[in-house]
T-cell receptor
Framework: AQSVTQLDSQVPVFEEAPVELRCNYSSSVSVYLFWYVQYPNQGLQLLLKYLSGSTLVKGINGFEAEFNKSQTSFHLRKPSVHISDTAEYFCAVSERRNNNDMRFGAGTRLTVKP | DGGITQSPKYLFRKEGQNVTLSCEQNLNHDAMYWYRQDPGQGLRLIYYSQIVNDFQKGDIAEGYSVSREKKESFPLTVTSAQKNPTAFYLC?????????????FGPGTRLTVL
């Protein structure tokens, strides 16, 4: 079965600085990849997803991610963060043959400081 | 507006009592899911349903039960058999019209067992 590792549990960064949240996955078959954001005491909101095609995926709120098949990675980036980006970010993977089985990483807590 | 609603937002129960969490969607999605979220961990799948009157166990189904009598509704019962029920519970849904379905999440219910 597929699995996801988010390499950093917490990432502190100053406002207007760039940020990268790292995600590696493991699967023996083709996958779909997702990034979700969760604000305190709320559900998950889809930021972006990779299904096929261009490996650079652009999402909401100025975020983007790049699918790297050789390194089995799907890192999330933003060139300049805002205080409002403070939240928990989850990387998720599902196998193309079975979308019901979505696996989530443990999450990365992004804290943007003024 | 289309979306997923979960109620209540906060729920307190005494140990040994069964409790039912509500999840309703008006997105006309075929598939629905229940996840459990604990601090520092990703989401873990409890149950999912691809179609009315059918559901399957996820990774941590023990101590939980579900029903899917209507397409719009997928209630989760946390039974007294669940050893550690205090957690944040998230409901999600997705369309099954094609292989590229994305899961959309409700706002969650925080259950505290006293």
């Amino acid at each position: 079965a597929q699995s996801v590792t988010q390499l950093d549990s917490q990432v502190p960064v100053f406002e207007e600085a760039p940020v990268e949240l790292r995600c590696n996955y493991s699967s023996s078959v083709s996958v779909y990849l997702f990034w979700y954001v969760q604000y305190p005491n709320q559900g998950l909101q889809l930021l972006l997803k990779y299904l096929s095609g261009s490996t650079l995926v652009k999402g909401i709120n100025g975020f983007e991610a790049e699918f790297n098949k050789s390194q089995t990675s799907f890192h999330l980036r933003k060139p300049s963060v805002h205080i409002s980006d403070t939240a928990e970010y989850f990387c998720a993977v599902s196998e193309r043959r079975n979308n019901n089985d979505m696996r989530f990483g443990a999450g990365t807590r992004l804290t943007v400081k003024p | 507006d289309g979306g997923i609603t979960q109620s209540p937002k906060y729920l307190f129960r005494k140990e040994g009592q069964n409790v039912t969490l509500s999840c309703e969607q008006n997105l006309n999605h075929d598939a629905m899911y229940w996840y459990r979220q604990d601090p520092g961990q990703g989401l873990r799948l409890i149950y999912y349903s691809q179609i009315v009157n059918d559901f399957q166990k996820g990774d941590i189904a023990e101590g939980y039960s579900v029903s899917r009598e209507k397409k719009e509704s997928f209630p989760l019962t946390v039974t007294s058999a669940q050893k550690n029920p205090t957690a944040f519970y998230l409901c999600a849904s997705s369309t099954k019209r094609g292989p590229r379905d994305t899961q959309y999440f409700g706002p969650g219910t925080r259950l505290t067992v006293l």
